[in-house]
């Protein structure tokens, strides 16, 4: 079983920084991948970003490439989303997900935190 806490979400101004952090319960950490999620109010869960065990591999979503960027440190069982140049359009509920395969498919991911809000004004 694997317990995965958000934190970081908050309000913040479009152009604005914030970062994210997901602390897994665990002591295989290192061998799930972890994937960010996003769902806005009346639409879909999706993806966001997955980084790999290692941390060497990360892939993104088109509408986040080039202002978000995702790490891990598997000494402290923890992921981190940086979220720069946020936009309005970014406001939802940021989720993380723990899964043994390395996908963007959310039914694949088999732990997932309780979610944090992300609003940004315009």
């Known amino acids: 079983q694997v317990q995965l806490v958000e934190s970081g979400g908050g309000l913040v101004q479009a152009g604005g920084s914030l970062r994210l952090s997901c602390a897994a319960s665990?002591?295989?950490?290192?061998?799930?991948?972890m994937g960010w999620f996003r769902q806005a109010p009346g639409k879909e869960r999706e993806f966001v970003a997955r980084i790999s065990g290692s941390g060497g591999s990360t892939r993104y979503a088109d509408s986040v490439k080039g202002r978000f960027t995702l790490s891990r440190d598997n000494a402290k069982n923890t992921v981190y989303l940086q979220m720069n140049s946020l936009k309005p359009e970014d406001t939802a509920v940021y989720y993380c997900?723990?899964?043994?395969?390395?996908?963007?498919?959310?039914?694949?991911?088999?732990?997932w935190g309780q979610g944090t809000q992300v609003t940004v004004s315009s």
């Open positions: 997900a723990s899964s043994k395969v390395v996908t963007n498919i959310p039914t694949l991911y088999n732990y």
């Open positions: 665990g002591r295989t950490f290192s061998t799930y991948t």
